[in-house]
Every structure is written in structure tokens, then in C-alpha cells.
């Protein structure tokens, strides 16, 4: 999954843009290399359709520069930046068939309608439609209008491909589907992409990188698998994956002291004070459970019990708040039945902390 | 016992049916009585020659000089007014479509309004406004512009054109700005980003797509003023012969024996121009869809 070059495509520098008062956007920078995918993820209103926009000259930005291959392209208007971008839906010109949507950047540029017309042809065989050339994008589902959006913005070549959640409108099945063909149409193009989502699934399962976005700032961007294993903030660490939020006190050795046990805080954690109330933030698979009596641990009670074909998931109440969930393999969790007394320990060797 | 089961399958099918068909009841009869049955009549009348006699003399009588004259004059005028209100309004609603939320719903408002206030009233308007002591034309006479001088007239076709803009301009912006709505702006940016120009994106998308409801548009208001009567009644008083007019004029007791059934001749006339007009609409939709 790494990138197939580490030449610098993108530099996006300080971008800053505002709504009114509202800072949509602010001190955002990210550089993405030749054939990357990198997928910003996060809450809505967090700023990460603002940076494709910015990017794909759609909206203006209020402060930053923009640079792709080595060119400063911040005052250039969206025609001239030669990118291709596939929205969340409808965004197909209906008056056109298949094929002259497809054909279109190519259209623009004025190529001949015999190169033009093979072009199209070529896309379409990438995404499975070279059957329906002659449909009208009102005769197709919108997993196919999607692929021709697709094929659409890559027949002009692009620069870098923007897509913006163009899964979101699609049912489950068909999006699971089209997101692999993204991927693999990506690698095989070696387009460099940027793909805006708020399904963390989905960013996590296609992207090179995936950014973190809150309140109009990049929280981290990492590879997927360090983003959900070694998150650098609490909200990365709380908004990707399932986190348990379990209270505990900062004792005077800068330790977590949660369900009975005491943990050194996480070097990416923020700073606490001693006798500080906290919230743990615990994977589902860092905490063991056990129906033996242990001192070291947190006696709980079984409240729900969740098959979710290999593994199976635990839910406890440990007496907090919430209840703590807890992944175990299915194999495993026969011996455990809803109703059942047991103990919850925490595996993990450090914790991040969040406010209470 | 099995064909009597299938037999009261059918019977509770078909009643199944007809409970399905029997909320358009109250349609199917507006639509006979209120649609086919005075077409029926009018065919009928326009082929009774009295005493028991049908024949075309009607047809025949429609087809000389005075009344083709009406009728070039009717299409005239729809056509014209039409196409003017509709290119107006087409402009004015695309802006309307742009503007706040709030100067839409005023304009929508005022529109509503405008739509429906033809007739005597705005005649009356018009001749105060644009007749020739009228207070506009008074006031442009002070300015050095004798617009009456210069051969305009607002009791010939040219005025009624202008007193018809007034209900038809937002007319069209009504029914334009539903298919306005209907634009999605990924289409513009779309464009955008493939590197169209705006006016490419005019001319290969907007305009194809908003052809058939423009067209549609403007045939509503063709078919208005095709039909329209008291604001050209009131504001010519006859003396633009127009088809709604002379059936008026037949209708009114001005009928000469013999000569009874050439109203109902006349619309019947006006039937099938708006029947060939529908046709055109269809085929022109079928065109821009399958381009």
C-alpha cells in the first residue's frame, strides 16, 4: 500500500479559509506524493470537503498556497488545474449518454471524436460499462453512474483525482464494491488521489494515508494501521476505531489509575496532573476478560453479547457509566453467556487519556 | 369446484381492480364532461347546418379570407408574445433562481399576482399607461420621445404583444423556476473541473437541459394567448381580429343565418391548432431527450 513514488505531487501550505466568523479551515498543510491515495477522514463540518475544494479551485481559499508538481497553482481558476473530480452524486450532465459523458475533457480539448470515442471506450472496459456507451446516466444505478463519473474525470488524465465521498449515496454492498474498484483503477493509473469521506472503513481500507480531520485542523495522517494503533491525539484515538471510555485518576507517578490497575499514560497523551479525573481510552481487543475471580482486575457483569462471526463482542458493566466493550474470538467466548459474573482486565502496556 | 374457485378469484380480482381505478373517478369525469364532451358538442354544432341537415359549409366558410386572416393574426400574436415573455421571463427567472431566499419567495409572490391579472382591468391599465394621452406616453411625448408619432399604437398587434408580456413574463418565471431548481450546481462544477468554459457548459449542458421546459414554458404561454379574450376584447374592442374575438363576436348575437355554426367551426379550429402545438411539444422533447 505504500506510495509508488516519493516525488511531492501536492503541497497544500497553511491553508486557512472562513465561514463568517467561523473558521472552517485553519493552518492546514499536507503533501501528498506521485500515485498516492490519501483519504481525509472525519466529522461532518470538519473542514476535509473544504481542502478538496480548495484544491480542485472550487472554492477560494483565505490564506496558504497551492502547489502541484513544483507549480504554484493558487490563483488558477478549477478549468485550469487539470483535475478530475467525482462527486457524491448526480453529478453526471444528463443530457448525455454514457459515452459523451465520458467523453467530455476530452470534448473540451477539442481531440477528434475518433480518439475521443476510443478513450471513452478504453474507461468504460475499466469500469465495467463498456456494454451501456449508449445509456442515459436516468437508465443506470447509481453504482454505475458513480463508475462513469470515474471513468469521466479520468479520461482527462488528471493531475490529481478528487473524490468527494462519492460512495455515500450508495448502498452497502455496491459501496464495499466500487471502493475496491477505486483502489485498483488508482493503482493501476498511478493517479495521485485524494478522497474526502466520513466512513472510517472505507478510508482506512483503500488509502495509502489517511488524515484525521477536527475543527478545521488536521489532527494526524499516518498510515492507516498507525493511525488506529499508535493515534496521536484523543480525538484521532476516539474517532477511529471503537475506544472504550473508561474513568480513571492520575496517580503521583504520572500513572492511569483505571479498573483497578495502573498504567503509564501514552508518550502521545497530554499532560495530567495528579488526582486529575480522566477517561482511559481502551480498544475493545486491549481489554481480557475472564469469568475467574482476579484481584488485579475489575469485577463486571455480562450485559449483552454480540456474534460478529469470528469474533464476538462483549458488552460489560463495570459499574461506570457505559458499558465497556470487549472483542474476544467467538471460539473463545462460548464459555461466556449474558448474566455471567467475570473480570476485566486491560492489556495494554500504555493508554491515552481524554477529559472527562 | 376448481373453476368455481377460479372463477370468484376472478370476480374479487376484478373488484380488486376497480377499487384501484376508482380514485381517478372524479378525473375520468371532469375529463368527459368538462374535456370530450364539448369537443364533441362543438364538432357536432360545427357540422349542423339546421333542419336536420350536416354538412362542412362551416369548414368551408372558415377556410376564406377574413377568417384564415384571424387565425394568421391569433398565431401571430401567440407566437410572438410568447416567444418574448418566454426569452424575458427565462431571464428573469434564472436570476430570481440566484437570489436570496427571501427575494424568491416575493418574486414568486408578485408573480402569482401578475399571472392572473390579465383581463379588462389591465387593459383599462395599459390604455391609461400607453394610450395615446396615456400618462407614459405623455410623459416620453415631454421628453422628446412621440412614441405614437414613431407608428406605435397600443390598439394593434405590436400593444397587444406589450399587455400580454405583463401577465406572461411571470407566468413563465412560475413555470420556469421549477426546472431551474431542478439544476444541480455538481453539473457546473463538473464542468468546471474538465476544464469546460462557462459558456461551453451554456451551450452543452445548460441549454439542452433546460430546452424541453423552456419550450414547454413557452408553449403555456402560446396556448394563453391563443386563448385569451377580454384583455384583447377589451383593449382592441375588435379591431384586431383575433379567432377568440370573431367566436366572441359570432357568439355574441352577430351572426348572420346561416352562419351558425361557424363559431363552433372556429374552435374547433383552435382545437386542433392546440392539438398540432401538443404534437410539436411531443416531438421536440422526444429531441432533446434523444440527442
Given at each position: 500500500?505504500?506510495?509508488?513514488?516519493?516525488?511531492?505531487?501536492?503541497?497544500?501550505?497553511?491553508?486557512?479559509?472562513?465561514?463568517?466568523?467561523?473558521?472552517?479551515?485553519?493552518?492546514?498543510?499536507?503533501?501528498?506524493?506521485?500515485?498516492?491515495?490519501?483519504?481525509?477522514?472525519?466529522?461532518?463540518?470538519?473542514?476535509?470537503?473544504?481542502?478538496?475544494?480548495?484544491?480542485?479551485?472550487?472554492?477560494?481559499?483565505?490564506?496558504?498556497?497551492?502547489?502541484?508538481?513544483?507549480?504554484?497553482?493558487?490563483?488558477?481558476?478549477?478549468?485550469?488545474?487539470?483535475?478530475?473530480?467525482?462527486?457524491?452524486?448526480?453529478?453526471?450532465?444528463?443530457?448525455?449518454?454514457?459515452?459523451?459523458?465520458?467523453?467530455?475533457?476530452?470534448?473540451?480539448?477539442?481531440?477528434?471524436?475518433?480518439?475521443?470515442?476510443?478513450?471513452?471506450?478504453?474507461?468504460?472496459?475499466?469500469?465495467?460499462?463498456?456494454?451501456?456507451?449508449?445509456?442515459?446516466?436516468?437508465?443506470?444505478?447509481?453504482?454505475?453512474?458513480?463508475?462513469?463519473?470515474?471513468?469521466?474525470?479520468?479520461?482527462?488524465?488528471?493531475?490529481?483525482?478528487?473524490?468527494?465521498?462519492?460512495?455515500?449515496?450508495?448502498?452497502?454492498?455496491?459501496?464495499?464494491?466500487?471502493?475496491?474498484?477505486?483502489?485498483?483503477?488508482?493503482?493501476?493509473?498511478?493517479?495521485?488521489?485524494?478522497?474526502?469521506?466520513?466512513?472510517?472503513?472505507?478510508?482506512?481500507?483503500?488509502?495509502?494515508?489517511?488524515?484525521?480531520?477536527?475543527?478545521?485542523?488536521?489532527?494526524?495522517?499516518?498510515?492507516?494501521?498507525?493511525?488506529?494503533?499508535?493515534?496521536?491525539?484523543?480525538?484521532?484515538?476516539?474517532?477511529?476505531?471503537?475506544?472504550?471510555?473508561?474513568?480513571?485518576?492520575?496517580?503521583?507517578?504520572?500513572?492511569?489509575?483505571?479498573?483497578?490497575?495502573?498504567?503509564?499514560?501514552?508518550?502521545?497523551?497530554?499532560?495530567?496532573?495528579?488526582?486529575?479525573?480522566?477517561?482511559?481510552?481502551?480498544?475493545?481487543?486491549?481489554?481480557?476478560?475472564?469469568?475467574?475471580?482476579?484481584?488485579?482486575?475489575?469485577?463486571?457483569?455480562?450485559?449483552?453479547?454480540?456474534?460478529?462471526?469470528?469474533?464476538?463482542?462483549?458488552?460489560?458493566?463495570?459499574?461506570?457509566?457505559?458499558?465497556?466493550?470487549?472483542?474476544?474470538?467467538?471460539?473463545?467466548?462460548?464459555?461466556?453467556?449474558?448474566?455471567?459474573?467475570?473480570?476485566?482486565?486491560?492489556?495494554?502496556?500504555?493508554?491515552?487519556?481524554?477529559?472527562? | 369446484?376448481?373453476?368455481?374457485?377460479?372463477?370468484?378469484?376472478?370476480?374479487?380480482?376484478?373488484?380488486?381492480?376497480?377499487?384501484?381505478?376508482?380514485?381517478?373517478?372524479?378525473?375520468?369525469?371532469?375529463?368527459?364532461?368538462?374535456?370530450?364532451?364539448?369537443?364533441?358538442?362543438?364538432?357536432?354544432?360545427?357540422?349542423?347546418?339546421?333542419?336536420?341537415?350536416?354538412?362542412?359549409?362551416?369548414?368551408?366558410?372558415?377556410?376564406?379570407?377574413?377568417?384564415?386572416?384571424?387565425?394568421?393574426?391569433?398565431?401571430?400574436?401567440?407566437?410572438?408574445?410568447?416567444?418574448?415573455?418566454?426569452?424575458?421571463g427565462a431571464v428573469v427567472a434564472f436570476y430570481v433562481h440566484r437570489s436570496s431566499a427571501g427575494l424568491k419567495s416575493t418574486i414568486a409572490m408578485l408573480s402569482?399576482?401578475?399571472?392572473?391579472?390579465?383581463?379588462?382591468?389591465?387593459?383599462?391599465?395599459?390604455?391609461?399607461?400607453?394610450?395615446?394621452?396615456?400618462?407614459?406616453?405623455?410623459?416620453?411625448?415631454?421628453?422628446?420621445?412621440?412614441?405614437?408619432?414613431?407608428?406605435?399604437?397600443?390598439?394593434?398587434?405590436?400593444?397587444?404583444?406589450?399587455?400580454?408580456?405583463?401577465?406572461?413574463?411571470?407566468?413563465?418565471?412560475?413555470?420556469?423556476?421549477?426546472?431551474?431548481?431542478?439544476m444541480r450546481n455538481e453539473w457546473r462544477e463538473a464542468n468546471n473541473s474538465l476544464?469546460?468554459?462557462?459558456?461551453?457548459?451554456?451551450?452543452?449542458?445548460?441549454?439542452?437541459?433546460?430546452?424541453?421546459?423552456?419550450?414547454?414554458?413557452?408553449?403555456?404561454?402560446?396556448?394563453?394567448?391563443?386563448?385569451?379574450?377580454?384583455?384583447?376584447?377589451?383593449?382592441?374592442?375588435?379591431?384586431?381580429?383575433?379567432?377568440?374575438?370573431?367566436?366572441?363576436?359570432?357568439?355574441?348575437?352577430?351572426?348572420?343565418?346561416?352562419?351558425?355554426?361557424?363559431?363552433?367551426?372556429?374552435?374547433?379550429?383552435?382545437?386542433?391548432?392546440?392539438?398540432?402545438?401538443?404534437?410539436?411539444?411531443?416531438?421536440?422533447?422526444?429531441?432533446?431527450?434523444?440527442?
Amino acid at each position: 500500500m505504500s506510495p509508488k513514488n516519493s516525488e511531492i505531487k501536492v503541497s497544500l501550505r497553511n491553508l486557512s479559509r472562513h465561514y463568517g466568523n467561523v473558521a472552517a479551515l485553519h493552518d492546514f498543510s499536507l503533501e501528498m506524493t506521485t500515485g498516492e491515495m490519501v483519504s481525509l477522514l472525519g466529522p461532518s463540518g470538519c473542514g476535509k470537503t473544504t481542502v478538496l475544494r480548495i484544491l480542485g479551485g472550487l472554492d477560494p481559499q483565505h490564506g496558504g498556497r497551492i502547489f502541484v508538481d513544483g507549480e504554484d497553482i493558487t490563483g488558477s481558476t478549477s478549468d485550469k488545474r487539470n483535475m478530475g473530480m467525482v462527486f457524491q452524486a448526480y453529478s453526471l450532465f444528463p443530457n448525455m449518454t454514457v459515452a459523451e459523458n465520458v467523453e467530455y475533457g476530452l470534448r473540451v480539448r477539442k481531440i477528434s471524436p475518433e480518439v475521443r470515442r476510443k478513450k471513452s471506450m478504453e474507461l468504460l472496459e475499466m469500469v465495467h460499462l463498456s456494454h451501456r456507451p449508449n445509456a442515459y446516466p436516468n437508465q443506470l444505478s447509481g453504482g454505475q453512474q458513480q463508475r462513469v463519473a470515474l471513468a469521466r474525470a479520468l479520461a482527462i488524465a488528471p493531475k490529481v483525482l478528487l473524490l468527494d465521498e462519492p460512495l455515500s449515496a450508495l448502498d452497502a454492498q455496491v459501496r464495499v464494491q466500487i471502493r475496491e474498484e477505486i483502489r485498483r483503477i488508482q493503482l493501476e493509473t498511478e493517479t495521485t488521489t485524494l478522497f474526502v469521506t466520513h466512513d472510517q472503513e472505507e478510508a482506512m481500507s483503500v488509502s495509502d494515508r489517511v488524515g484525521v480531520m477536527n475543527a478545521g485542523e488536521l489532527e494526524q495522517i499516518d498510515s492507516p494501521a498507525a493511525l488506529y494503533n499508535k493515534p496521536k491525539t484523543a480525538f484521532v484515538a476516539s474517532f477511529v476505531g471503537v475506544t472504550n471510555k473508561i474513568p480513571g485518576e492520575i496517580d503521583g507517578k504520572g500513572r492511569v489509575r483505571v479498573l483497578n490497575q495502573k498504567i503509564d499514560l501514552s508518550k502521545n497523551s497530554r499532560s495530567a496532573q495528579e488526582g486529575e479525573k480522566v477517561l482511559a481510552l481502551v480498544r475493545p481487543e486491549n481489554l481480557e476478560i475472564s469469568s475467574e475471580f482476579d484481584t488485579d482486575a475489575q469485577p463486571g457483569l455480562v450485559i449483552t453479547k454480540s456474534f460478529l462471526g469470528p469474533l464476538t463482542k462483549l458488552g460489560v458493566d463495570l459499574g461506570t457509566e457505559n458499558l465497556v466493550y470487549i472483542n474476544m474470538t467467538s471460539q473463545e467466548a462460548r464459555k461466556i453467556d449474558v448474566g455471567n459474573r467475570v473480570s476485566v482486565k486491560i492489556t495494554s502496556e500504555e493508554l491515552m487519556v481524554a477529559n472527562v | 369446484m376448481s373453476s368455481l374457485k377460479e372463477s370468484t378469484t376472478r370476480k374479487s380480482g376484478g373488484f380488486s381492480a376497480l377499487l384501484k381505478t376508482l380514485p381517478l373517478a372524479p378525473f375520468s369525469f371532469v375529463f368527459l364532461f368538462f374535456f370530450c364532451w364539448p369537443i364533441f358538442q362543438i364538432v357536432k354544432n360545427s357540422l349542423d347546418q339546421g333542419k336536420g341537415h350536416y354538412g362542412l359549409s362551416a369548414y368551408r366558410l372558415m377556410f376564406t379570407k377574413p377568417y384564415m386572416h384571424a387565425f394568421a393574426t391569433s398565431l401571430q400574436l401567440s407566437f410572438f408574445s410568447a416567444l418574448t415573455a418566454g426569452l424575458i421571463g427565462a431571464v428573469v427567472a434564472f436570476y430570481v433562481h440566484r437570489s436570496s431566499a427571501g427575494l424568491k419567495s416575493t418574486i414568486a409572490m408578485l408573480s402569482g399576482v401578475l399571472a392572473n391579472s390579465g383581463g379588462v382591468p389591465l387593459a383599462f391599465m395599459f390604455i391609461a399607461a400607453f394610450g395615446a394621452q396615456g400618462g407614459i406616453v405623455t410623459l416620453l411625448k415631454k421628453m422628446g420621445f412621440d412614441i405614437y408619432g414613431a407608428g406605435f399604437t397600443l390598439y394593434s398587434l405590436g400593444g397587444l404583444i406589450l399587455v400580454y408580456s405583463f401577465f406572461q413574463i411571470p407566468l413563465m418565471v412560475l413555470v420556469f423556476t421549477p426546472a431551474l431548481e431542478g439544476m444541480r450546481n455538481e453539473w457546473r462544477e463538473a464542468n468546471n473541473s474538465l476544464g469546460g468554459s462557462n459558456f461551453q457548459f451554456i451551450r452543452w449542458v445548460l441549454i439542452p437541459v433546460l430546452f424541453p421546459a423552456f419550450l414547454a414554458s413557452v408553449l403555456l404561454l402560446f396556448a394563453s394567448a391563443f386563448s385569451a379574450f377580454a384583455t384583447a376584447r377589451a383593449l382592441t374592442g375588435g379591431s384586431v381580429g383575433l379567432v377568440p374575438l370573431v367566436i366572441g363576436s359570432l357568439i355574441d348575437g352577430n351572426v348572420i343565418t346561416d352562419q351558425a355554426n361557424l363559431g363552433d367551426a372556429l374552435a374547433v379550429g383552435m382545437v386542433v391548432v392546440s392539438g398540432v402545438v401538443m404534437l410539436f411539444y411531443g416531438f421536440s422533447l422526444r429531441w432533446a431527450r434523444g440527442r
